[in-house]
């Protein structure tokens, strides 16, 4: 069964310091990993995703993730936060071999970043 | 496109009631989603449709769940009868294939039952 785990409820960090959201997942054969952030009373938007390739995948306002293959796990970055970061941000996976399937989230962790 | 279009935004109801949420994916997308928010068990997923047919619903909590899909563009989850324990935000989401592409998600309804 595939699984997603956001081991921090809360991450907190200071406007312009690096901060990394960690992610760790569990799916039977390769995966296709994904990062989505929620801002209050908004839906999910869609921040990046790592199919193949490059483990280190780009993706919106800034952020970056480094999908790790031997630690099973796909944190999320930025090297210099900022205030208007501050969010939940959930990790998600589906198996490369489970095109049918629906993605699957961790609970989420709420990054908050001081000014 | 306008993207995934869920109504009601809000939704309060008393216990007993008949609930509807409505969902009209994004065009061309040819898998829907349902997803359900809360605090205690974060982000689950209720039921998917490939192509207008339901395809796993072992997410669906109870009986009185159902959701359904009568063409492309519109799908409805129904609560009946409602408890204040299904007080959450649903989501319903689309993608164009179910593989590597990201699933792109409505504002969401926020159902609260008294």
């Known amino acids: 069964a595939q699984s997603v785990a956001q081991p921090e409820d809360q991450v907190n960090v200071a406007e312009g310091n690096p901060l990394t959201v960690k992610c760790t997942y569990s799916?039977?054969?390769?995966?296709?990993l994904f990062w989505y952030v929620q801002y209050p009373n908004r839906g999910l938007q869609f921040l990046l995703k790592?199919?193949?390739?490059?483990?280190l995948v780009k993706g919106s306002y800034g952020f970056e993730a480094e999908f790790n293959k031997s630690q099973t796990s796909f944190h999320l970055k930025k090297p210099s936060a900022l205030v208007s970061d501050s969010a939940l941000y959930f990790c998600?996976?589906?198996?490369?071999?489970?095109?049918?399937?629906?993605?699957?989230f961790g609970k989420g962790t709420t990054l908050s970043v001081s000014s | 496109d306008a993207g995934v279009i869920q109504s009601p935004r809000h939704e309060v109801t008393e216990m007993g009631q008949e609930v509807t949420l409505r969902c009209k994916p994004i065009?061309?997308?040819?898998?829907l989603f349902w997803y359900r928010q809360t605090m205690m068990r974060g982000l689950e997923l209720l039921i998917y449709?490939?192509?207008?047919?339901?395809?796993?619903d072992s997410g669906m909590p109870e009986d009185r769940f159902s959701a359904k899909m009568p063409n492309a563009s519109f799908s409805t989850l129904k609560i009946q009868p409602s408890e204040p324990r299904d007080s959450a935000v649903y989501f319903c989401?689309?993608?164009?294939?179910?593989?590597?592409?990201?699933?792109?998600f409505g504002q969401g309804t926020r159902l609260t039952v008294v």
């Open positions: 799916v039977s054969g390769n995966p296709y």
């Open positions: 790592y199919i193949t390739g490059d483990n």
């Open positions: 065009s061309g997308h040819d898998y």
């Open positions: 998600a996976v589906r198996g490369y071999n489970q095109a049918g399937t629906a993605l699957i």
């Open positions: 449709f490939n192509n207008n047919v339901p395809i796993d």
């Open positions: 989401a689309s993608s164009s294939r179910a593989g590597n592409t990201e699933a792109f």
